[in-house]
């Protein structure tokens, strides 16, 4: 199921005969930030050398900075993939053309030397974070 509003709803667990088991009430709270962790720091922005990899995550936080529960379904693109290639956290194999992946967490390939940008959306919250791939040196 997926929470759409703020407010506080009741979940009721029913047991196979169909009698009220258990139930919890949920705070739903908005959405207003994310922030997007590589190496259990928050960043902006980042730097690779051509041929190495790294993981980026994402946290969700409402108007208060508190960090929200729940899986949510964030959309991960890049704008130049010819850059820096996209895939899900486990996979090992680079995901070609501007793949969206619904998770908190993905990794990133440095294909060749550039600049380009790595956009997280989940809802109507956006954040974007600098990449700049410098060649290996000699």
Known sequence: FVIDKAGVYSLLARSPKGYTSDFVNVRATPLADLDVWRQEQRITSFELTRGSETRL?????????????????????VADTSVVA???????????????????????????????????TVGSITKTIGVTVAEVSP
């Open 86 to 120: 996209l895939s899900a956290a486990a996979n090992t194999q680079p995901i070609e053309g501007g793949l969206e992946l619904n998770d908190d967490e993905v990794r990133l390939l440095a294909l060749k030397a550039g600049n380009t940008t790595v956009r997280v």
């Open 57 to 77: 995550a994402v946290t969700p936080r409402n108007a208060q900075g508190v960090v929200l529960a729940g899986a949510l379904p964030y959309a991960w693109q």
